[in-house]
């Protein structure tokens, strides 16, 4: 071994970190595995999406009862459903299919509310219900609190900033691994084709107008189904901005209450179909996305006190939170006397910084003013190209029977020189 080390050197040591132990000295396509890993698993997860359609999606039963949705109340069942998607607790290099669907319903979620209902949703479209309130810490110990914890699984959720608030502070659970559809959202904007032309911004440069797709602010539910769905597909999610009472939430006289139920089910099929509208797969840009859904979610979480006022709950794109290039984010040296976030010294003033207690943000402040936002103008029209007008061929009299009989001269000519060099 010190033999090759020697000779080799750092592309043995790579082969044996990135390929495993199993590569051996001459693994030399190990060197290559995450680049084939990745192709893989992209021509792999087309193929499940073709053969296995998303059960979610078909018909209500005679019933009335929701295809592939399974209500779990049980600690037995909560061992067997979790048996059925413990792949997804595994690293997301040995599976085809890593996205899962995660909704979390209740009353007012956050650390003065409750969480109800939590649905999962694989791959496959087959959908787990679990009763949060009947099964109380069976549900924890049984397998939800090492899924909602582990880091590494693609969790599809849209906007779980007050679910981490809630799963913290009352369940003791550290929720990690998500992908904001709200975040990835944004930092696409512009970039992924629409079904209605998108708000714009006008920007004055050197004393150009432009105008620049608006991200000052965050899409809300119904905004995103207008951009992203197509009209004939709302019909199914019609319910999800719809608000379920404490009661219902709480009420488990006659089994989950069909008003919840039908909440998690629409809100499952809503994370679906925004999902579709991006593409996954890449690992430098998921890794982005993933840690931009983890810095936007922790925003309540960490508070040891929270105001639950204005300047934390609004649709203002937070500042510092996306990566768009790579992971780095500016010193956060100072709160706001407002919004309660550290952010860095540039973003108050000189006053401000020698009396900590008047330190406000810059975004706090526009919300202060009641401005809302830059004003939005519709999307600039595309200009159609002009066609150039061929220009019409003036024929000359005799310029055809010229052309020919030139023509057929070059053709004797090149004819008899073959002839001349066969006979040599």
Known sequence: VDVDVKVKGKQWYQRRVRGGASAGRGGGASLHSGSTRKTKRQ??????EVQQPLIIFEELKEDGSYPGVTTVDTAQGVIEAFAKINHYLKPRTTQPTREIFVSFGGHKISRKGFI?????????????VFDVVTLENDLWDNGMREFLEIPYNEKVVFDTREVKDCLHHIYNVTYKGMFDLR???IMQRGKVKTHHPLPHNEVVKDGITRTIVAKTLLFKYDEILKYYVKGSDHDCVKHVTEDVSEKSWRSRKNGIDSSCLRYMVEHQKYLIMVWR??????IDRDKLWWISSEIYNAMFYDKPVRTFCEYESNDYLPKFVLCLINTDQPLASTKCTKCLRMLPSSEFTDEMKRDRR??????????ASGAKGPKTVAAPKKKKKKKKKKKKKVRIEGEDSGSSSSSSSSDSDSGSEKATEKEN
């Open 43 to 48: 021509s792999q997860k087309q193929q499940l």
């Open 116 to 128: 109800s209902l939590i649905a999962i949703t694989d791959g496959k479209g087959v959908t787990f």
């Open 277 to 282: 509208c991006f593409e996954f797969g890449n």
């Open 358 to 367: 008047i330190c406000v943000c810059t975004l706090c402040r526009t919300i």
């Open 183 to 185: 975040i990835i959202e």
